[in-house]
T-cell receptor, first 113, second 114 residues
Framework: SQKIEQNSEALNIQEGKTATLTCNYTNYSPAYLQWYRQDPGRGPVFLLLIRENEKEKRKERLKVTFDTTLKQSLFHITASQPADSATYLCALEVNQAGTALIFGKGTTLSVSS | ETGVTQTPRHLVMGMTNKKSLKCEQHLGHNAMYWYKQSAKKPLELMFVYNFKEQTENNSVPSRFSPECPNSSHLFLHLHTLQPEDSALYLC?????????????FGPGTRLLVL
């Protein structure tokens, strides 16, 4: 069956460390993969998109990698801060003829000071 | 703020009630989406509208009825819901379906069905 997994439901790290979140998928060949941030009681906010022909993308303290052979994306937050505490969702575009964005369940990151 | 607003933010309803959720986007977008987010589950796409026309119904039960009177407004009409329909309902928009890769989400309506 097709699925997308974010390996850790929760991740706790110390301020200043690098947080690494994982997104794995099976049986898809996505044209792109996205990462969103969701705070409690709020809708997801788009962070980064990486296409299948891109290996890495950066935005400020964020870095995303995309390995289509391993079917995996890694999302890194460097020099993490308590304000980075949130749930992070990965999403795949799986239907180029339609609109399907398939989301993972998310990883809740807690950064302690 | 993302430019997408949803009302009400919270709703409690009985199984025999009829209610409506409203979404409005101020971004000039032409595609709008309804998602359902249940606890411990991924977001599930429910409906998609592009230029006011419904382009996708993701096998949603008929007790959920969407309406898109114009590109800025999207409604979700609810009737005879079940307790398992309790969830966060999120609206999103994108420039159009070709630009669906960047979706802007509203804050959601937290629905509780008793």
């Amino acid at each position: 069956s097709q699925k997308i997994e974010q390996n850790s439901e929760a991740l706790n790290i110390q301020e200043g460390k690098t947080a690494t979140l994982t997104c794995n998928y099976t049986n898809y060949s996505p044209a792109y993969l996205q990462w969103y941030r969701q705070d409690p009681g709020r809708g997801p906010v788009f962070l980064l998109l990486i296409r299948e022909n891109e290996k890495e993308k950066r935005k400020e303290r964020l870095k995303v990698t995309f390995d289509t052979t391993l079917k995996q994306s890694l999302f890194h937050i460097t020099a993490s801060q308590p304000a980075d505490s949130a749930t992070y969702l990965c999403a795949l575009e799986v239907n180029q003829a339609g609109t399907a964005l398939i989301f993972g369940k998310g990883t809740t990151l807690s950064v302690s000071s | 703020e993302t430019g997408v607003t949803q009302t009400p933010r919270h709703l409690v309803m009985g199984m025999t009630n009829k209610k409506s959720l409203k979404c409005e986007q101020h971004l000039g977008h032409n595609a709008m989406y309804w998602y359902k987010q249940s606890a411990k589950k991924p977001l599930e796409l429910m409906f998609v509208y592009n230029f006011k026309e419904q382009t996708e119904n993701n096998s949603v039960p008929s007790r959920f009825s969407p309406e898109c009177p114009n590109s800025s407004h999207l409604f979700l009409h609810l009737h005879t819901l079940q307790p398992e329909d309790s969830a966060l309902y999120l609206c999103a928009s994108s420039q159009d379906l070709a630009s669906r890769e960047t979706q802007y989400f509203g804050p959601g309506t937290r629905l509780l069905v008793l």
